[in-house]
Protein backbone atom coordinates (compact mmCIF):
# COMPACT_ATOMS: atom_id res chain seq x y z
CA UNK A 1 0.00 0.00 0.00
CA UNK A 2 1.93 3.09 -0.88
CA UNK A 3 -0.62 5.61 0.74
CA UNK A 4 0.91 3.83 4.03
CA UNK A 5 4.31 4.23 3.85
CA UNK A 6 6.79 7.44 4.42
CA UNK A 7 10.19 7.39 2.73
CA UNK A 8 12.24 9.67 4.61
CA UNK A 9 15.38 10.89 3.27
CA UNK A 10 16.99 11.57 7.31
CA UNK A 11 20.35 13.46 8.41
CA UNK A 12 18.90 16.77 8.07
CA UNK A 13 18.20 19.15 11.08
CA UNK A 14 14.09 19.95 11.21
CA UNK A 15 13.84 23.76 11.38
CA UNK A 16 11.04 25.79 11.41
CA UNK A 17 7.29 26.57 12.72
CA UNK A 18 4.21 24.33 12.91
CA UNK A 19 1.14 24.54 14.80
CA UNK A 20 -0.52 22.17 17.23
CA UNK A 21 -4.08 22.25 17.64
CA UNK A 22 -7.10 21.18 20.43
CA UNK A 23 -5.25 18.14 22.68
CA UNK A 24 -6.56 14.57 21.14
CA UNK A 25 -6.88 13.00 24.82
CA UNK A 26 -9.65 16.06 25.41
CA UNK A 27 -11.19 17.05 21.96
CA UNK A 28 -12.11 12.79 21.50
CA UNK A 29 -13.46 13.03 25.57
CA UNK A 30 -15.37 16.63 24.83
CA UNK A 31 -17.01 15.33 22.03
CA UNK A 32 -18.29 12.53 23.91
CA UNK A 33 -19.57 14.71 26.48
CA UNK A 34 -21.86 17.10 24.07
CA UNK A 35 -24.48 14.13 24.18
CA UNK A 36 -25.25 14.95 27.52
CA UNK A 37 -26.62 18.29 26.37
CA UNK A 38 -30.22 18.80 25.65
CA UNK A 39 -28.78 21.75 23.09
CA UNK A 40 -26.01 21.52 20.74
CA UNK A 41 -22.36 22.12 21.45
CA UNK A 42 -19.94 24.24 19.57
CA UNK A 43 -16.16 22.78 19.97
CA UNK A 44 -13.12 24.33 18.45
CA UNK A 45 -9.67 24.18 17.48
CA UNK A 46 -10.12 20.57 16.19
CA UNK A 47 -7.49 18.38 14.98
CA UNK A 48 -8.20 16.39 11.94
CA UNK A 49 -7.19 13.07 13.47
CA UNK A 50 -8.54 9.96 12.91
CA UNK A 51 -9.68 9.32 17.02
CA UNK A 52 -11.85 12.41 15.99
CA UNK A 53 -13.17 10.72 13.14
CA UNK A 54 -14.12 8.01 14.78
CA UNK A 55 -15.67 9.51 17.62
CA UNK A 56 -17.75 11.92 15.03
CA UNK A 57 -18.78 8.43 13.05
CA UNK A 58 -19.85 6.99 16.38
CA UNK A 59 -21.85 9.93 17.06
CA UNK A 60 -23.80 10.22 14.09
CA UNK A 61 -24.73 6.54 14.45
CA UNK A 62 -26.07 7.70 17.89
CA UNK A 63 -28.26 10.65 16.09
CA UNK A 64 -26.03 13.12 16.94
CA UNK A 65 -25.72 16.00 13.94
CA UNK A 66 -22.24 17.03 13.43
CA UNK A 67 -21.24 20.35 11.45
CA UNK A 68 -17.74 21.85 10.77
CA UNK A 69 -17.72 25.78 10.83
CA UNK A 70 -13.94 26.50 9.90
CA UNK A 71 -12.11 24.47 12.51
CA UNK A 72 -14.70 23.64 14.89
CA UNK A 73 -17.29 21.05 15.69
CA UNK A 74 -20.83 21.49 16.19
CA UNK A 75 -22.83 18.74 17.68
CA UNK A 76 -26.46 18.74 18.36
CA UNK A 77 -27.69 15.96 20.24
CA UNK A 78 -31.58 16.45 20.03
CA UNK A 79 -32.45 13.43 18.22
CA UNK A 80 -30.01 10.90 20.01
CA UNK A 81 -30.88 7.56 19.51
CA UNK A 82 -30.08 4.03 19.55
CA UNK A 83 -27.73 2.56 17.42
CA UNK A 84 -27.44 -0.94 15.35
CA UNK A 85 -24.68 -3.23 16.93
CA UNK A 86 -23.18 -4.34 14.18
CA UNK A 87 -22.60 -0.53 12.54
CA UNK A 88 -20.76 0.58 15.73
CA UNK A 89 -18.49 -2.49 15.91
CA UNK A 90 -17.58 -0.99 12.56
CA UNK A 91 -16.98 2.44 13.33
CA UNK A 92 -15.32 1.77 16.57
CA UNK A 93 -12.48 0.96 14.92
CA UNK A 94 -8.98 1.18 16.48
CA UNK A 95 -10.31 3.25 19.35
CA UNK A 96 -10.54 3.06 23.01
CA UNK A 97 -13.12 5.99 23.52
CA UNK A 98 -16.60 3.82 22.55
CA UNK A 99 -16.15 2.99 26.46
CA UNK A 100 -16.65 6.36 27.59
CA UNK A 101 -19.98 6.34 25.48
CA UNK A 102 -21.52 4.20 28.85
CA UNK A 103 -22.65 6.75 31.00
CA UNK A 104 -23.67 9.40 28.71
CA UNK A 105 -25.99 6.55 26.34
CA UNK A 106 -27.35 5.38 29.90
CA UNK A 107 -28.17 9.03 30.70
CA UNK A 108 -29.95 9.44 27.22
CA UNK A 109 -31.06 6.46 26.59
CA UNK A 110 -30.99 3.84 29.65
CA UNK A 111 -29.05 1.33 27.58
CA UNK A 112 -25.57 1.14 25.71
CA UNK A 113 -23.55 -0.89 23.49
CA UNK A 114 -20.16 -0.69 23.95
CA UNK A 115 -17.81 -3.19 21.26
CA UNK A 116 -14.25 -4.55 22.10
CA UNK A 117 -12.05 -1.96 22.54
CA UNK A 118 -8.90 -1.01 20.26
CA UNK A 119 -6.36 1.34 21.24
CA UNK A 120 -2.05 1.05 20.86
CA UNK A 121 -0.79 -2.41 22.02
CA UNK A 122 1.41 -1.31 25.16
CA UNK A 123 -0.26 -3.25 27.46
CA UNK A 124 -3.40 -4.92 28.39
CA UNK A 125 -5.20 -2.13 29.18
CA UNK A 126 -8.31 -3.68 31.00
CA UNK A 127 -11.35 -1.86 31.81
CA UNK A 128 -11.61 -3.33 35.24
CA UNK A 129 -11.79 0.11 36.75
CA UNK A 130 -14.79 1.16 34.32
CA UNK A 131 -17.19 -1.27 34.63
CA UNK A 132 -16.66 -1.41 38.80
CA UNK A 133 -17.72 2.08 38.60
CA UNK A 134 -20.75 1.74 36.43
CA UNK A 135 -21.69 -1.22 38.40
CA UNK A 136 -21.72 0.97 41.73
CA UNK A 137 -23.75 3.97 40.20
CA UNK A 138 -26.18 1.41 39.21
CA UNK A 139 -25.56 0.10 35.61
CA UNK A 140 -25.70 -3.73 34.90
CA UNK A 141 -23.19 -4.83 32.46
CA UNK A 142 -23.90 -8.13 30.31
CA UNK A 143 -21.21 -9.28 28.39
CA UNK A 144 -21.53 -10.64 25.10
CA UNK A 145 -19.40 -11.84 22.23
CA UNK A 146 -19.90 -9.12 20.25
CA UNK A 147 -19.09 -6.66 23.36
CA UNK A 148 -21.19 -4.80 26.20
CA UNK A 149 -24.47 -4.58 26.91
CA UNK A 150 -25.37 -2.29 29.52
CA UNK A 151 -28.33 -1.07 31.36
CA UNK A 152 -29.58 0.75 34.09
CA UNK A 153 -33.16 -0.52 35.24
CA UNK A 154 -33.29 1.96 38.19
CA UNK A 155 -31.28 4.74 37.17
CA UNK A 156 -27.97 6.28 38.18
CA UNK A 157 -27.20 7.25 41.35
CA UNK A 158 -24.17 9.13 42.97
CA UNK A 159 -21.48 6.73 44.90
CA UNK A 160 -18.38 6.92 46.89
CA UNK A 161 -15.76 5.22 44.49
CA UNK A 162 -12.09 5.03 44.73
CA UNK A 163 -9.69 4.25 41.92
CA UNK A 164 -6.92 1.10 42.40
CA UNK A 165 -4.62 3.75 40.18
CA UNK A 166 -5.24 7.06 39.01
CA UNK A 167 -6.63 6.01 35.41
CA UNK A 168 -7.07 8.68 32.82
CA UNK A 169 -10.20 7.06 31.12
CA UNK A 170 -11.88 5.71 34.19
CA UNK A 171 -12.16 9.42 35.85
CA UNK A 172 -13.56 10.60 32.72
CA UNK A 173 -15.81 7.24 32.70
CA UNK A 174 -17.16 8.86 36.44
CA UNK A 175 -17.00 12.42 35.32
CA UNK A 176 -19.36 11.79 32.55
CA UNK A 177 -21.34 9.60 34.43
CA UNK A 178 -21.61 10.66 37.58
CA UNK A 179 -23.14 14.94 36.22
CA UNK A 180 -26.13 13.45 35.52
CA UNK A 181 -26.68 10.34 37.97
CA UNK A 182 -28.91 11.15 41.24
CA UNK A 183 -27.16 12.88 44.59
CA UNK A 184 -23.74 13.34 45.16
CA UNK A 185 -20.38 11.13 43.72
CA UNK A 186 -16.85 11.27 45.75
CA UNK A 187 -13.98 9.59 43.55
CA UNK A 188 -10.47 9.01 45.11
CA UNK A 189 -7.06 8.34 44.12
CA UNK A 190 -8.39 10.62 40.39
CA UNK A 191 -6.36 11.20 37.23
CA UNK A 192 -5.82 14.72 37.31
CA UNK A 193 -4.04 15.27 33.86
CA UNK A 194 -4.42 18.58 32.73
CA UNK A 195 -7.14 17.15 29.56
CA UNK A 196 -9.02 16.10 32.43
CA UNK A 197 -8.90 19.51 34.11
CA UNK A 198 -10.37 20.57 30.82
CA UNK A 199 -12.86 18.51 30.76
CA UNK A 200 -14.28 19.38 34.08
CA UNK A 201 -14.54 22.91 32.71
CA UNK A 202 -16.59 22.13 29.31
CA UNK A 203 -19.15 20.51 31.95
CA UNK A 204 -19.04 23.52 34.33
CA UNK A 205 -20.17 25.36 30.96
CA UNK A 206 -22.98 22.47 30.49
CA UNK A 207 -24.07 23.11 33.96
CA UNK A 208 -22.15 20.37 35.54
CA UNK A 209 -21.12 21.18 39.05
CA UNK A 210 -17.71 19.37 39.78
CA UNK A 211 -15.13 20.09 42.61
CA UNK A 212 -11.71 18.92 42.36
CA UNK A 213 -10.10 18.81 46.07
CA UNK A 214 -6.30 18.01 47.17
CA UNK A 215 -5.12 14.39 47.13
CA UNK A 216 -6.87 13.36 44.10
CA UNK A 217 -10.21 13.78 45.37
CA UNK A 218 -13.12 14.96 42.52
CA UNK A 219 -16.66 15.37 43.92
CA UNK A 220 -19.72 15.73 41.56
CA UNK A 221 -23.14 16.90 42.18
CA UNK A 222 -25.35 15.06 40.38
CA UNK A 223 -27.90 17.87 37.88
CA UNK A 224 -31.25 16.47 35.82
CA UNK A 225 -30.34 18.33 32.70
CA UNK A 226 -27.03 20.24 31.30
CA UNK A 227 -26.95 22.38 28.44
CA UNK A 228 -24.38 22.39 25.44
CA UNK A 229 -21.08 24.01 25.69
CA UNK A 230 -19.12 26.17 23.88
CA UNK A 231 -15.59 25.64 24.28
CA UNK A 232 -11.92 25.66 23.11
CA UNK A 233 -9.54 22.94 24.07
CA UNK A 234 -6.07 23.03 25.71
CA UNK A 235 -3.29 22.52 23.00
CA UNK A 236 -2.01 19.14 22.82
CA UNK A 237 1.17 18.37 25.19
CA UNK A 238 1.55 15.71 23.64
CA UNK A 239 2.36 16.38 19.85
CA UNK A 240 4.26 19.39 21.36
CA UNK A 241 6.81 17.43 23.22
CA UNK A 242 7.00 15.09 19.98
CA UNK A 243 7.92 18.24 17.83
CA UNK A 244 10.34 19.21 20.79
CA UNK A 245 12.11 15.76 20.83
CA UNK A 246 12.04 15.70 16.92
CA UNK A 247 13.98 19.33 17.01
CA UNK A 248 17.01 17.55 19.76
CA UNK A 249 17.36 14.61 17.53
CA UNK A 250 17.93 16.18 14.20
CA UNK A 251 19.99 18.86 15.82
CA UNK A 252 16.76 21.39 14.51
CA UNK A 253 15.38 24.10 15.91
CA UNK A 254 11.24 23.70 16.29
CA UNK A 255 8.56 26.51 17.15
CA UNK A 256 4.94 24.93 18.23
CA UNK A 257 2.91 27.63 17.51
CA UNK A 258 0.36 26.64 20.42
CA UNK A 259 2.40 25.04 22.63
CA UNK A 260 1.64 26.14 26.49
CA UNK A 261 4.63 26.30 28.93
CA UNK A 262 2.20 25.29 31.93
CA UNK A 263 0.79 22.25 30.17
CA UNK A 264 4.54 20.85 30.13
CA UNK A 265 6.15 22.53 32.86
CA UNK A 266 7.60 18.43 33.83
CA UNK A 267 8.60 17.63 30.03
CA UNK A 268 10.65 21.88 30.00
CA UNK A 269 12.45 20.51 33.06
CA UNK A 270 13.90 17.18 31.59
CA UNK A 271 14.13 18.90 27.84
CA UNK A 272 16.58 21.53 30.06
CA UNK A 273 18.23 18.52 31.93
CA UNK A 274 18.84 16.69 28.30
CA UNK A 275 20.50 19.79 27.03
CA UNK A 276 17.97 20.75 24.81
CA UNK A 277 17.07 24.95 25.07
CA UNK A 278 13.50 26.52 24.93
CA UNK A 279 11.97 29.89 24.47
CA UNK A 280 8.30 31.31 25.62
CA UNK A 281 6.34 33.08 23.93
CA UNK A 282 3.23 34.21 25.72
CA UNK A 283 1.75 36.31 23.19
CA UNK A 284 -1.89 35.46 21.59
CA UNK A 285 -0.96 33.04 19.03
CA UNK A 286 2.36 32.34 20.44
CA UNK A 287 4.35 29.04 21.44
CA UNK A 288 7.54 27.08 22.28
CA UNK A 289 10.62 27.25 20.26
CA UNK A 290 12.94 24.16 21.33
CA UNK A 291 16.37 23.71 19.61
CA UNK A 292 19.29 21.39 20.29
CA UNK A 293 22.31 24.57 21.31
CA UNK A 294 25.20 22.78 19.57
CA UNK A 295 26.53 21.61 22.71
CA UNK A 296 26.79 17.70 23.41
CA UNK A 297 23.57 16.23 25.08
CA UNK A 298 23.71 14.86 28.47
CA UNK A 299 22.19 11.31 30.02
CA UNK A 300 19.08 11.80 32.57
CA UNK A 301 17.40 9.04 34.78
CA UNK A 302 13.60 9.53 34.58
CA UNK A 303 10.47 7.91 35.78
CA UNK A 304 6.69 7.93 33.61
CA UNK A 305 4.11 8.89 35.85
CA UNK A 306 0.39 10.09 36.16
CA UNK A 307 0.19 13.93 36.34
CA UNK A 308 2.01 16.06 37.41
CA UNK A 309 4.71 13.44 36.96
CA UNK A 310 6.30 12.64 33.32
CA UNK A 311 3.72 11.52 30.96
CA UNK A 312 3.99 8.17 29.49
CA UNK A 313 3.24 9.48 26.17
CA UNK A 314 6.14 12.00 25.96
CA UNK A 315 8.68 8.96 26.84
CA UNK A 316 9.00 7.18 23.67
CA UNK A 317 10.35 10.86 21.21
CA UNK A 318 12.32 11.39 23.99
CA UNK A 319 14.04 8.02 24.23
CA UNK A 320 15.08 8.53 20.70
CA UNK A 321 16.88 11.90 21.30
CA UNK A 322 18.49 10.28 24.46
CA UNK A 323 20.09 7.76 21.99
CA UNK A 324 22.32 11.25 21.38
CA UNK A 325 23.28 11.88 24.75
CA UNK A 326 26.96 10.99 26.11
CA UNK A 327 26.59 8.42 29.03
CA UNK A 328 23.55 6.20 30.35
CA UNK A 329 20.02 7.61 30.17
CA UNK A 330 17.75 5.31 32.59
CA UNK A 331 13.92 5.25 31.54
CA UNK A 332 11.53 3.66 33.80
CA UNK A 333 7.76 3.44 32.07
CA UNK A 334 5.45 2.91 35.30
CA UNK A 335 2.24 3.47 33.45
CA UNK A 336 1.97 0.79 30.82
CA UNK A 337 4.09 -2.55 31.05
CA UNK A 338 4.69 -2.72 27.75
CA UNK A 339 5.62 0.53 26.59
CA UNK A 340 9.41 0.06 25.24
CA UNK A 341 8.52 -2.50 23.04
CA UNK A 342 9.87 0.35 19.80
CA UNK A 343 12.93 0.33 20.89
CA UNK A 344 13.68 -2.82 19.19
CA UNK A 345 13.44 -1.07 15.97
CA UNK A 346 15.95 2.15 17.33
CA UNK A 347 19.02 -1.00 18.10
CA UNK A 348 18.56 -2.25 14.95
CA UNK A 349 19.13 1.32 13.89
CA UNK A 350 22.31 1.59 15.73
CA UNK A 351 21.37 2.65 19.28
CA UNK A 352 22.36 0.71 22.46
CA UNK A 353 19.26 0.62 24.61
CA UNK A 354 18.72 -2.81 26.63
CA UNK A 355 15.52 -3.38 28.88
CA UNK A 356 15.13 -4.88 32.11
CA UNK A 357 12.38 -6.40 34.04
CA UNK A 358 13.37 -4.53 37.31
CA UNK A 359 11.84 -1.02 38.57
CA UNK A 360 15.41 0.56 37.79
CA UNK A 361 16.26 4.05 39.06
CA UNK A 362 13.28 5.14 40.92
CA UNK A 363 10.45 3.66 43.42
CA UNK A 364 9.34 0.41 42.48
CA UNK A 365 6.07 0.13 40.36
CA UNK A 366 3.12 -1.75 40.00
CA UNK A 367 5.01 -3.84 37.35
CA UNK A 368 7.99 -4.73 39.09
CA UNK A 369 9.05 -8.73 39.44
CA UNK A 370 6.83 -9.27 37.23
CA UNK A 371 7.40 -10.52 33.42
CA UNK A 372 7.61 -7.13 32.08
CA UNK A 373 10.28 -5.25 30.67
CA UNK A 374 9.60 -2.00 31.84
CA UNK A 375 13.26 -0.13 32.09
CA UNK A 376 15.15 1.01 29.62
CA UNK A 377 19.38 1.95 29.82
CA UNK A 378 20.26 3.99 26.77
CA UNK A 379 24.11 4.49 26.54
CA UNK A 380 24.64 7.24 23.94
CA UNK A 381 25.67 8.95 21.79
CA UNK A 382 24.98 6.62 19.08
CA UNK A 383 25.02 7.04 15.38
CA UNK A 384 21.62 6.11 13.75
CA UNK A 385 21.90 4.26 10.48
CA UNK A 386 18.69 4.31 7.99
CA UNK A 387 16.40 1.10 7.87
CA UNK A 388 13.06 -0.38 6.85
CA UNK A 389 10.53 0.60 10.01
CA UNK A 390 7.16 -0.41 10.38
CA UNK A 391 5.04 1.41 12.95
CA UNK A 392 4.17 -0.52 15.89
CA UNK A 393 1.81 2.00 17.63
CA UNK A 394 1.53 5.97 18.02
CA UNK A 395 3.38 7.44 19.92
CA UNK A 396 6.18 4.64 19.49
CA UNK A 397 5.73 4.89 15.64
CA UNK A 398 6.05 9.00 15.88
CA UNK A 399 9.65 8.31 17.52
CA UNK A 400 10.75 5.82 14.57
CA UNK A 401 9.63 8.46 12.32
CA UNK A 402 12.19 11.20 14.05
CA UNK A 403 14.46 8.01 14.21
CA UNK A 404 14.50 7.76 10.28
CA UNK A 405 14.60 11.96 10.39
CA UNK A 406 17.65 11.79 12.39
CA UNK A 407 19.81 8.99 10.45
CA UNK A 408 21.45 9.68 7.60
CA UNK A 409 20.29 8.12 4.62
CA UNK A 410 16.95 6.65 3.27
CA UNK A 411 14.46 5.00 5.52
CA UNK A 412 11.06 3.53 4.58
CA UNK A 413 8.66 3.80 7.30
CA UNK A 414 5.52 1.78 6.82
CA UNK A 415 2.09 1.85 8.66
CA UNK A 416 2.27 5.85 8.84
CA UNK A 417 -1.15 6.07 8.43
CA UNK A 418 -1.44 4.74 12.54
CA UNK A 419 0.06 8.05 13.38
CA UNK A 420 -2.59 9.91 11.45
CA UNK A 421 -4.88 8.89 14.98
CA UNK A 422 -2.87 11.47 16.84
CA UNK A 423 -0.82 13.61 14.40
CA UNK A 424 -2.37 16.37 12.30
CA UNK A 425 -1.14 16.45 8.98
CA UNK A 426 2.30 15.42 10.14
CA UNK A 427 3.42 14.95 6.69
CA UNK A 428 2.80 18.62 5.37
CA UNK A 429 4.46 19.25 9.28
CA UNK A 430 7.71 17.82 7.98
CA UNK A 431 7.49 19.56 4.64
CA UNK A 432 7.09 22.60 6.62
CA UNK A 433 10.01 22.14 8.65
CA UNK A 434 12.14 20.85 5.76
CA UNK A 435 12.30 17.11 6.13
CA UNK A 436 13.01 15.04 2.77
CA UNK A 437 10.01 12.79 2.94
CA UNK A 438 7.95 11.29 0.19
CA UNK A 439 5.20 8.85 0.40
N1 LIG B 1 -5.98 0.52 33.90
C1 LIG B 1 -6.49 -0.61 34.50
N2 LIG B 1 -7.85 -0.79 34.51
C2 LIG B 1 -8.71 0.13 33.96
C3 LIG B 1 -8.17 1.29 33.36
C4 LIG B 1 -6.80 1.45 33.35
O1 LIG B 1 -5.74 -1.45 35.02
O2 LIG B 1 -9.92 -0.10 34.00
C5 LIG B 1 -4.51 0.70 33.86
C6 LIG B 1 -3.97 0.64 32.42
O3 LIG B 1 -3.79 -0.68 31.99
C7 LIG B 1 -2.67 1.42 32.55
C8 LIG B 1 -3.01 2.47 33.60
O4 LIG B 1 -4.18 2.01 34.29
O5 LIG B 1 -1.65 0.59 33.04
C9 LIG B 1 -3.28 3.85 33.05
O6 LIG B 1 -4.28 3.80 32.06
P1 LIG B 1 -5.28 5.00 31.80
O7 LIG B 1 -6.68 4.52 32.04
O8 LIG B 1 -4.80 6.19 32.57
O9 LIG B 1 -5.06 5.26 30.27
P2 LIG B 1 -6.17 5.54 29.16
O10 LIG B 1 -7.24 6.39 29.68
O11 LIG B 1 -6.52 4.26 28.49
C10 LIG B 1 -5.12 7.78 28.30
C11 LIG B 1 -4.60 8.27 26.98
C12 LIG B 1 -3.25 7.63 26.70
C13 LIG B 1 -2.30 8.01 27.82
C14 LIG B 1 -2.88 7.57 29.17
C15 LIG B 1 -2.04 8.01 30.34
C16 LIG B 1 -6.59 8.68 25.71
C17 LIG B 1 -7.47 8.30 24.59
N3 LIG B 1 -5.55 7.91 25.92
O12 LIG B 1 -5.29 6.37 28.14
O13 LIG B 1 -2.78 8.19 25.50
O14 LIG B 1 -1.06 7.38 27.60
O15 LIG B 1 -4.20 8.11 29.34
O16 LIG B 1 -1.93 9.39 30.38
O17 LIG B 1 -6.82 9.69 26.39
C18 LIG B 1 -1.88 8.17 23.34
O18 LIG B 1 -2.35 9.31 23.22
O19 LIG B 1 -1.08 7.64 22.53
C19 LIG B 1 -2.24 7.39 24.52
C20 LIG B 1 -2.02 6.08 24.62
Not at 55 to 76: N, P
Request: proline share 5%; with cysteine.
Amino acid sequence: MTDDLLRVHGGHPLRGEIRVRGAKNLVSKAMVAALLGDSPSQLHDVPRIRDVEVVRGLLELHGVKVTEQADSLVLDPSNVDTAKVDEINVHAGSSRIPILFCGPLLHRLGHAFIPDLGGCHIGDRPIDFHLAALRQFGAIVDKAPEGLHLTAPGGLHGTKFELPYPSVGATEQVLLTAVRAEGVTELRNAAVEPEIVDLICALQKMGAIIKVHTDRVIEIEGVPRLRGYNHRPIPDRLEAASWACAALATHGDITVRGARQVDMMTFLNVFTAVGGAFEVDDAPGGGVRFWHPGEELRPVAIETDVHPGFMTDWQQPLVVALTQARGLSIVHETVYERRLGYTDALNAMGATIQLYRDCLGGTPCRFGRRDFKHSAVIAGPSKLHAADLVIPDLRGGFSHLIAALAAEGNSTVYGVSLIHRGYEDFEAKLTALGAAVSA
